[in-house]
């Protein structure tokens, strides 16, 4: 099965569990979708995806939606603009001094899109245990976490397509998240 088959997965089973929240919660993709126009007013197709993925996945932890940030926008541009010239995932933030939290996506091959992205880091959550407070030994949770941080309230994201052809995308989170010895939620 190839990454695509895997995402397409992931994303059914996403809408799947919301779908099945909305039942119970009056929580609806468009509903969804309507309070990310309200919250990114004037924003671009690709803003509206980032935010509308990032929202889907905190309605299923019932976290309020975040709202976008031009700021947030502003820095993860300029942030994805310096690796535009070979899409290397290098150190995470530029001498790890933004204040911000931050969530990275790069690939080749493919036109990834922003909702490729966030499909990808919510998908995270299989590892992530809510009772320790940990993630599976070997893998990877705190893209998830960052995402439904209940403590976050705004994002800002970027895609650059880099000289090499790769796609480089970031988030970043404000206020941010993944502090040791605190829950997510």
């Known amino acids: 099965m190839n990454s695509s088959h895997i995402r397409v997965i992931l994303l059914l089973g996403a809408i799947n569990l919301l779908v099945s929240i909305s039942t119970t919660k009056a929580i609806t993709l468009s509903r969804v979708f309507q309070i990310c126009r309200n919250l990114c007013p004037g924003c671009d197709h690709e803003s509206l995806q980032f935010l509308f993925r990032h929202n889907l996945v905190r309605a299923t932890r019932f976290e309020p939606p975040l709202i976008w940030d031009r700021r947030l926008q502003n820095y993860a541009q300029w942030w994805a603009g310096q690796r535009s010239s070979d899409c290397a995932l290098r150190h995470s933030t530029p001498n790890g001094r933004s ?3 931050e969530n990275i996506y790069w690939g080749y091959g493919a ?3 922003p909702a490729d992205a966030v499909v990808a880091w919510a998908s995270e959550k299989r590892f992530y245990h809510y009772g320790s407070n940990s993630c599976d030994r070997g893998q990877m949770c705190g893209h998830y976490t960052q995402i439904i941080w209940k403590n976050t309230r705004r994002v800002g994201c970027a895609r650059v397509v880099c000289n090499n052809g790769g796609i480089f995308m970031t988030c ?8 040791i010895g605190q829950r997510p939620y």
């Open 111 to 113: 036109n990834f899109s």
């Open 99 to 101: 204040g911000f939290g």
């Open 172 to 179: 970043n989170y404000d206020p941010p998240g993944n502090y």
